[in-house]
């Protein structure tokens, strides 16, 4: 079974600090994994995906994500957060082609001034 | 290039009536899918066209709804009669072909928000 689990539903940091966004997942076949991001009245954005090459992958706006199979762990990060990535950040895990995505519960992000 | 869009953005309807969504793919997008977020929920898969057929309807959650894709270009989804656990934001997004499998980039659309009375 495929499931992957988001920690906080909420996360505030100051701008300019570190944004950890967390995402665990359980696949029973070498995961794709993907992160979204939704800004208000918007469509959900792809922000990277990893497709099993390297594992530390980058994407827009300067974000990032590792991939950890030891810890079954997809977190994504940047290291310096502006008031403009204030949104709501979904983890997904995809097993099969033409398959479906599982999405986590969501994150949202709120960046203090 | 447009995006995928989703109509109406809001409905609010009582429980009992029918309410029919539309989506837009990107023009030649083979692939369009389905899903629906309840509050505070994960967003969840309901089902997935290749052009006009039905490739995997195994999320839709019962017979009142209905998903159709004519001539493989805009979808709609109808929910009759419609029930309190029915609301919801209702995504669809699009795809262009499976040839990137599974690292294929879904693009997806604002959402439709349904509030059922």
Known sequence: ?????????HVSVSEGALVLL???????????LFWYVQYPNQGLQLLLKYTSAATLVKGINGFEAEFKKSETSFHL???????SDAAEYFCAVRVGVGNQFYFGTGTSLTVIP | EAGVTQFPSHSVIEKGQTVTLRCDPISGHDNLYWYRRVMGKEIKFL????????????????NRFL???TGGTYSTLKVQPA???????????????????RGETQYFGPGTRLLVL
């Open chain 2, 83 to 101: 029930e309190l656990e029915d609301s919801g934001v209702y995504f669809c997004a699009s795809s262009q072909d499976l040839a990137g499998g």
């Open chain 1, 77 to 83: 990060t940047k290291p310096s957060a502006h008031m």
């Open chain 1, 1 to 9: 079974a495929q499931s992957v689990t988001q920690l906080g539903s």
């Open chain 1, 22 to 32: 967390r995402c665990n997942y359980s696949s029973s076949v070498p995961p794709y």
């Open chain 2, 67 to 69: 998903a159709e894709r």
């Open chain 2, 47 to 62: 089902l997935h066209f290749v052009k006009e057929s039905k490739q995997d309807e195994s999320g839709m959650p019962n």
